[in-house]
Structure formats: C-alpha cells, structure tokens
C-alpha cells in the first residue's frame, strides 16, 4: 500500500527523516517495501501569467502565447485546450530539466518559435492529468517558484514522499492513511489528529427518500447510506486529485474520488449510486439467484451463483457487495443526486466470491481483511462532507444505519508480571497503561498488577492476553527489550529420523551424479490417467483443492512420478536428454469424507539418455535397466541394507511389466524398479526416449536401516570358487537360485555372482542357461577342497530339488 508523507503529516506531527521513518515503520512490523521522492525535481519552474493568445499560423491545433515569467516576457506554442488570457500556469525556459528527465530548449515548432513550454500536470509527475496545461490560482505573482508553493497555498501540496508498505493480512486497520498515522503516533509518543467532519444538513429527511433492508445479516451485518441532492458533477481539486495519485489510484470525478478518498484515508470502502436510477428508491442486500448475472463497471458480464452478496434496487441487482457497482446504477456527468453507501460485509462471503469471479478491488481488499464495523457511519459522514464541499448540493437530513447487532468489545485480562516475565523488561503499571491508550484500547484498572483491555473495533487481530503483550512489545520497541541469555543449558534434541536420511540420500544421489529437483505437490486429477492407473488404484485417491489456482494443479499429487516426467520433458525440449534426476517428497492420499488424508514421503529416481558417450575407444551406451538398478543398489549399500533382493512383478503401474521389479529387504517391500511404460512416457511428450525410475516408501526404508554400523574386519583368510551352470525353465527367476544358495550354504557363502545367461529365442524347449560363482570363505580357518565340495554337491541337490533343473554338460 502506498501512503503520502505529507498525508500523513496532517494527523501526527511526524519531525523526523522519511528514511528514519520507515525503519521506525519496520520494526513495528509495517515493513517498507519502498520510499520513493515525489514533487521534488522541480528546480527552474515558475509561475507564469499568460498575456495573450493568438493562432498558430501553420497549425490549427496550436496557440502562440505571450507569456509574462516575472522575469520578462517569451513567447510559448501551446496546445492545451484549457488556455486563457490572464491564466497562471507553470513555466518551464530553456535549459530545465523535467522529472520525467527530458530538458527544455528553445525552438521552433511548425516555423514559429517556442521559448519554453507551460507545463500540464502529468508533465510534472505531479497526477497523471494531460487534459490541459496545470491553472494556478490567480493571487500567485509571475516569477514565483513553482517548488515554493507548498508553504503558500493551503494542502498545495509538492514535495513528498511516498511510502510502499507490505499490510500483514492480521492487521486491516493499516490499510488507511489514519491507521498507520494511528501507530505512528504511538510509537513516537504524539497525539492522532482526525479530518473535521462538518455536516449541513439542509434537505429532506431520509426517510422518505431512501430505505435500505438486509435480507441476509449473516452476509451484511450493517449497512449505512446517506443522500445528497442537487451535486454538481466535474474534476476533484488538485490536492485530492494529487494524494489520490500518489496512492496509486486514478481520478475520476468529484464523487467518486470522494469515495476513493475516504476509502485511503479511514480504510473504509464506499459507494456511489446514481439515487435517480435506483428503481423504488430501495436498497436491499441479498444473495444472487442461481443463473442470475451482472454488468459490472468494468463493462464485464459476470455469471453469478447463490453465495455471491448483492446490493439490489427494487427490482435488480445495482453492485456487487463489497467488490464492484454495476453499470446500471454508476455515477456519469448528468448524475445530480447522489446514494453513498458504506457497509460492512462478511470477509469470508467477500473473499470466496472475488476469488470465484477472479475479480479482486481496492475495495475488495479491505472487506476480505476485515474493516472497521464501527467506523462505516464516521466515513459516510466524512464522505457526505467532502462531496458537499467539491460538489455542492443539499444533504438529505439524517442518514440510515441498519445495524442490527452492535458490535460488543470483549474484556481481556493484562497482567503485569506476566508481560515483563515474557519480555524481560520491568514495565510499570503506568507505563503499560499509557501503551494501551496510545492505540486507542479502552483501559480499566483491574486490581493489582493487572489491567482490564477491551481493544477497539478496528482491531480485530487482538482476541487474548498474548496479543496484548505483543503490542506492548511493539511501542515499547523490540530493540530496547533486554537480552537474556537462558540460565539452562537445552539438552541435545537429535534431528527427526526422516529429516536425518533426507540429508543423508541427498548427499549419496548428488555423490552418483543425480540432481535434486523440487516440483508441486497440487497436480491435475488427468495425472492418474497419464500413469496407466487401474479405476480402484491409489493413485486415483486424489485429495481435492477447495481453491484452486488452476484445473491441473486441482488435487494433491498421489505419486511422484508425474512431476518428474515433466520435468524431463521440459529438459528433453531444451535439448537436455541426459538426465539423472530425484525428488523426495510427500504424496497424498484421500482415505475418506471425515478421515484425514493419508500422507507418504517417497524418494523417486530417473536416468534417462545416454549412460556413455561415444569416445575414441568405446561407442555410445544407452541407459538400461541395470544403470538404474545399480544406483538404486549402491544408494541401499550406502545406508547399510543387506539382504536386498528383487523380484520381477507385473502389477505396477506406470512401468513396462517385462522390465521391472519390487525391491525388497529380509522379506519387507521397500519400492520398485524399472522401464517407464511407452505409454507413460508418450501421455508426457517423451515418446522418443527411455526412461527408468525407481520409487522408495522412506517409512519402509527407515525400518530397515541398522541403527548402528559394525565394523567387519579383512578376511584374513583364502576363499574358495566354484561354479554352476544351470538348465533351468525360462520362467524361473535368478534371485530364487540365488536364494536357495545362500540359504543352503550358511555363513560360509561369501558371495554369488551371475556370468553367465543364455537363452535360445529359436529353441522349442522353454529352458535357459544360467551360470553362478559362488565364493566360500570362512572367518575362522582355511576351509579345504573336500568340505567345499561336499557343500557344493548339496546346493545343487537342492537347487535341482527345489527347481527341477540340472546341470548343463559340455
């Protein structure tokens, strides 16, 4: 939000730098987002009376003006409609440079020379009005620097500053000029100053000009209206013209300024209806119809439903409540009678139907955060104020307030010992007290070391003693609170296990050459869809967004896959398809209605391209199977997991089913491996290539990760090889030989190694040809051949028992 200096400064009396200004703003949690000057490049700009005007000889568009600068007199070419004789306007000779940063010359326009140029507001960078050259009053003598008119004339103002500031969605009673001027008086210790307020009542009495009827209170729990006849509709003066500019906020006529004004200065949104063209001279406050739409100001048709709140005349909806007014009902130059509304609407009810419509409004804004409820009725009067005095008219006598539910401040308990336990400090009651009053509570004194609090209606964040003792915190100022060190030292809190192993696989995949990625976790429901997922899948219990940015990113991700692949399809369209990829993450999964969601942290992998390039003395090797399996076997060798095994299954979503297998430890499934399915890859624009993943459950992992590491001494000695080369049914897998080895073989089996695998595609018998190394070794002695071979014999009776294979002759 940007707020004026020199706005401010008509509240508080503000003696200290612009930038010390903002730090003070800072610390008390108004963080300055910006401070830029305004109005202050205006060095060489006078005032200048204009003599005479007579046409430009060669153009029709323009005038030639003698113009008195109080330092002789030039002559100007001058296109402004607004021209006159008499006219004082700002001048600018050869040689000045203007804010916008181009700098004058004497020159010739169309054949006929031009000594300076009058200057319109715009060209100042004092409003953003090019309508005509800027007319100054009449009592300023030529040759006045223009700079120094802001000590001469009344709110003239120039000169400024011009503070951003980020609002804390807590805190709506900062969103207005008051507000902040509120805490800034506060903090420095100065009395708040507030905008006269003059009403001259002077019409016919309300009642029978106007009624207003509530008929949801849930969604409009007051709302105020006022009426004044007979305005005068035209452009604001300059100086309100001028703060609405610096707030960022465009003029548009008297009465509508008035209300964008208000809107600045109280952090209360008004409207203005045309009163002529509200049918039955009613008001009443409804939720729309279903099918119903409505013409905004904007010119926009937009479709409506029954939770958006309207403000409807006699016969249909004129404004959209606390968003935007209608087409139907606005203010134009033939407007002579005036309806100011200023309401207080349900933040919730406004923020669904703005995010709904995708229409969001400086309006809008505030009602969402929350305004004052008791303020609606001081800014109404405060704006029937302003459009009396720039508008003229008659102010209809009284105002209506439908409010049927006061506000009631709630009591809240202070405690003084508590706060300078908290904070450290050794505040008094007094002190505590000034605090309080200083922001406007309402202070009772409660007994001893304690303080009764019912905060103001403008702040609706402070609900309890903890919100009181912050604020004390704030004035007080938190850098003068006290350091205190901890008389105990805190025991060692050891890191969460998911968070310890989250380090611990980053530091491994970046050590295999693998590259962290973080992707969404809101995904679109066609995800499931894209993966290949069977109708009573898991990866179809999408947990719903209920307000969602967008349709495809609707839902919570129930897999980590689709944000991968998406990931490499970006980089396969940058020409990046050498890839080694992870993410660990959460999936989330909808377990029903009134059951909380599920939620699973994954760790998932992807290599795809080339595993090496093409050199002078090996050619190009695409990545396989075994490139992936081997990173995923190196990652679980790396946490200390034995006993891992794999085993081909079939049932896995998103993988090819003959390239594929689940990962397991001592039984226990941990995840999967293998080829992305072509139709997968395909669904996600990377047809062209392979892909291979692998997918950990982190909760399965954890549980078979060795709490410590034992050291394992060097064998100290020789091991014995045997071989075995197996016929075995081509359906038979090589971990269950394995397996039967190991289990056969005891402590004495080292390791068992695959070399061999053969099978003939041509052959009518459905065998294969597998050979093994087995190493034996023990810990203790030198084993010798006969104890060797007598295992080895066993093992094979086994095998062949257990498979109904034989060994290969020849």
């Given at each position: ?62 005038s ?5 600068t ?33 700098t ?58 011009v ?26 210790g ?11 009542e ?68 008004l409207?203005?209806?045309d ?6 001279n ?29 403000i ?76 009396y ?74 609900t ?60 679109s ?30 839902v ?98 998103s ?78 897998e ?5 397996d ?71």
């Open positions: 939000m940007k707020i004026s200096l020199n706005w401010l400064r008509e509240y508080v009396d503000i003696d200290m730098q612009p930038e010390e200004l903002g730090r003070l703003l800072t610390m008390s949690g108004l963080e300055l987002e910006g401070l830029e000057p305004s109005g202050q490049s205006l060095g060489g700009i006078v005032v200048a009376r204009i003599i005479s005007i007579s046409p430009h000889p060669e153009a029709d568009r323009l030639l003006c003698q113009v008195d109080g330092n002789g007199e030039v002559q100007v070419v001058c296109g402004a409609p607004n021209i006159f004789s008499g006219a004082l306007a700002p001048f600018a000779g050869a040689g000045v440079s203007l804010p916008s940063g181009a004058i010359s004497d020159s010739k326009i169309r054949g006929v020379r031009s000594q300076g140029m009058l200057l319109a507001e715009d060209e100042m960078g004092l409003t953003e009005d090019h309508t005509g050259v800027m007319i100054l009053p009449p009592n300023l003598a030529p040759g006045t620097p223009f700079s120094s008119m802001s000590s001469d004339l009344k709110r003239f103002e120039l000169a400024d500053w503070f951003d500031l980020s609002i804390t969605p807590n805190r709506p009673d900062w969103t207005s000029v008051l507000g902040v001027a509120r805490e800034i008086a506060a903090l420095i100065q009395r708040l100053r507030r905008p006269e307020i003059i009403i001259e002077g019409g016919s009495h309300i009642a029978g000009l106007a009624s207003v009827s509530i008929a949801d209170p849930v969604g409009c729990p007051r709302y105020a209206a006022g009426v004044i006849q007979g305005v005068d509709i035209g452009p604001s003066p300059f100086w309100m013209r001028r703060r609405l500019f610096l707030s960022g906020i465009r003029s548009i006529n008297n009465i509508v300024d008035v209300t964008n004004y208000v809107l600045l200065e109280m952090g209360q949104p409207h203005a209806f009163y002529n063209k509200l049918r039955e009613r008001i009443i406050v409804r939720r729309a119809e279903k099918g119903e739409t409505f013409t905004t100001l904007d010119g926009e048709t937009r479709p409506l439903n029954d939770e958006s709140l309207m409807c005349d006699g016969e249909r909806p004129v404004a959209l409540a606390g968003i935007m007014g209608g087409l139907n009902s606005e203010i134009t130059p033939e407007t002579q009678d005036v309806l100011l509304e200023s309401a207080f609407f349900d933040p919730v009810t406004i923020r669904r139907c703005s995010k709904r419509l995708g229409l969001s409004t400086e309006a809008s804004y505030r009602f969402e955060r929350g305004v004052d409820i008791e303020g609606a009725t001081t800014a109404l009067k405060r704006a029937m104020s302003l459009v005095q720039l508008a003229g008219g008659s102010i209809a006598s009284g105002i209506i307030d439908n409010y049927p539910r006061p506000y009631t401040p709630p009591d809240i308990r202070l405690r003084i010992d508590k706060i300078n336990r908290l904070l450290g400090t050794s505040l008094t009651k007094d002190a505590v007290t000034g605090y309080m009053k200083a922001l406007e509570m309402d202070v009772r004194d409660s007994g001893e070391d304690q303080l009764l609090i019912s905060p103001p209606s403008f702040r609706v964040d402070i309890r003693e903890a919100d009181l003792i912050e604020e004390v915190a704030r004035v007080f100022g938190y850098e003068n609170i006290p350091v205190t060190y901890p008389s105990i030292r805190p025991g060692q809190v050891n890191d969460a296990p998911e968070l310890a192993l989250s380090d611990q696989i980053r530091q491994i995949m970046s050590g295999l050459g693998f590259a962290e990625i973080i992707t969404y976790s809101f995904i429901p066609k995800s499931a869809d894209m993966l290949g997922a069977e109708e009573e899948s898991p990866l179809r219990k999408f947990v719903p967004i209920l307000n969602p940015l967008a349709i495809d990113q609707s919570m991700r129930t897999s980590l896959i689709p944000g991968i692949l998406n990931t490499v399809a970006v980089n396969v369209a940058h020409y990046e398809k050498d890839l080694k990829l992870f993410e660990w993450g959460k999936v989330f999964f909808q377990m029903g209605e009134d059951l909380q969601p599920n939620e699973k942290l994954l760790l998932t992998a992807v290599i795809t391209g080339l595993a090496q390039k093409k050199s002078w003395h090996c050619d190009d090797r695409a990545v396989d199977f075994y490139d992936i399996k081997g990173v995923l076997e190196a990652l679980l060798a790396a946490l200390g997991l034995k006993d891992v095994t794999f085993k081909r299954e079939k049932d896995f979503n993988y090819d089913p003959e390239v594929s297998a689940g990962v397991y430890c001592k039984g226990s499934a941990l995840g999967r491996v293998g080829r992305v399915s072509s139709n997968v890859l395909e669904a996600h624009g990377l047809e062209k290539i392979n892909a291979f993943l692998f997918e950990l459950d982190i909760a399965a992992l954890l549980k078979e990760i060795p709490e410590t590491r034992r050291f394992q001494s060097i064998a100290r000695f020789p091991a014995v090889y045997r071989d075995i080369s197996l016929l075995l049914n081509r359906n038979i090589s971990a269950g030989v394995v039967i080895i190991k289990e056969k073989g005891s402590d004495l089996i080292e390791s068992v190694e695959i070399f061999d695998l053969y099978e003939d595609i041509k052959s009518d018998r459905p065998e294969k040809s597998l050979a093994f190394r087995i190493s034996y070794r023990s810990k203790d002695r030198t084993l010798d051949g006969a104890e060797v071979n007598s295992l080895h014999e066993t093992i094979i009776d086994e095998i062949k028992l257990k498979t109904g294979g034989r060994l290969r002759e020849g």
